[in-house]
């Protein structure tokens, strides 16, 4: 079997497996890598400074995102070079850190800003209604 083929069965199968275990985590029925991924773009202006893997983290769930889509939607094949597996070690990590309440949404629910108690603005709550 072509190494590429192997790599990518298996991120996907990790992929599948960790999407499952976002959504358990998240309370949510499906779409765990997406709601992790909402709910931590929620939260941008808040924590982006405060929180240094913030940006990198929803920069490499939306990488890996895009990655699974290409392979499920057959829009790439399985031969073909898509990533290494940095990806699925990564997935692992980040499942460990919320194991450990060490993940980036965890922390965050940690912080205390003044600003995260503070009511949302008119112009904010309309925003919030296209979201």
Same mark, same amino acid.
């Given at each position: 079997?072509? &190494?590429? %083929? !192997?790599?990518?069965?298996?991120?996907?199968?990790?992929?599948?497996?960790?999407?499952? +275990?976002? $959504?358990?985590? #998240?309370?949510?029925?499906?779409? /765990?890598? *997406?709601? +992790?991924?909402? %709910?931590?773009?929620? $939260?941008?202006?808040?924590?982006?400074?405060? #929180?240094?893997?913030?940006?990198?983290? !929803?920069?490499? @769930?939306?990488?890996?995102?895009? %990655?699974?889509?290409?392979?499920?939607?057959?829009?790439?094949?399985?031969?073909?070079?898509? /990533?290494?597996?940095?990806?699925?070690?990564?997935?692992? !990590? #980040?499942?460990? &850190? !919320?194991?450990? /309440?060490?993940?980036? #949404?965890?922390? +965050?629910?940690?912080?205390?800003? *003044?600003?995260?108690?503070?009511?949302?603005?008119? @112009?904010? %709550?309309?925003?919030? @209604?296209?979201?």
């Amino acid at each position: 079997m072509h &190494k590429n %083929r !192997i790599t990518n069965e298996n991120f996907y199968d990790e992929y599948c497996f960790f999407d499952d +275990y976002l $959504a358990d985590y #998240l309370n949510v029925d499906e779409n /765990g890598v *997406t709601e +992790y991924i909402k %709910r931590m773009k929620e $939260a941008i202006y808040e924590v982006k400074d405060v #929180l240094p893997e913030w940006m990198p983290s !929803i920069a490499r @769930l939306e990488k890996i995102k895009a %990655r699974f889509e290409s392979l499920d939607n057959a829009q790439v094949s399985f031969d073909d070079f898509q /990533g290494k597996d940095e990806d699925v070690v990564w997935m692992r !990590i #980040l499942m460990e &850190k !919320i194991e450990a /309440g060490a993940d980036p #949404l965890a922390k +965050y629910s940690k912080l205390k800003f *003044t600003f995260k108690k503070r009511k949302k603005s008119l @112009l904010q %709550r309309f925003f919030s @209604l296209f979201n």
